[in-house]
Nanobody, 113 residues
Framework: VQLVESGGGLVQAGGSLRLSCAASGIMFSIKAMDWYRQASGKQRELVASIISDSSTNYADSVKGRFTISRDNAKKTVYLQMNSLKPEDTAVYYC????????WGPGTQVTVSS
């Protein structure tokens, strides 16, 4: 199983970024996919999840600002992040459970005030 994130970067508060996570080695279409984030000195936290039927769940802190979506044909999950705040600054990780927990290497998102 391999997960590779992309799309992170530096953005001003109020801006937008779109993260992508390309997956391989799994039956992508039937798997729930998650985005987590970990800010410096803090625990990793769940940001958003999308299951096989495209139902979604979000952390309260990102509801209304972030949108998770998936393209099963491309085996890719996305995280559209709008109205970004400095407190969204973190390393963002893609995650899937397939008998084990698998993580991507992460992509840094930095939001300047």
């Amino acid at each position: 199983v391999q997960l590779v994130e992309s799309g992170g970067g530096l953005v001003q508060a109020g801006g937008s970024l779109r993260l992508s996570c390309a997956a391989s080695g799994i039956m992508f279409s039937i798997k729930a996919m998650d985005w987590y984030r970990q800010a410096s000195g803090k625990q990793r936290e769940l940001v958003a999840s999308i299951i096989s039927d495209s139902s979604t769940n979000y952390a309260d802190s990102v509801k209304g600002r972030f949108t998770i979506s998936r393209d099963n044909a491309k085996k890719t999950v996305y995280l559209q992040m709008n109205s970004l705040k400095p407190e969204d600054t973190a390393v963002y990780y893609c995650h899937v459970y397939d008998m084990y927990n698998y993580w991507g290497p992460g992509t840094q998102v930095t939001v300047s005030s």
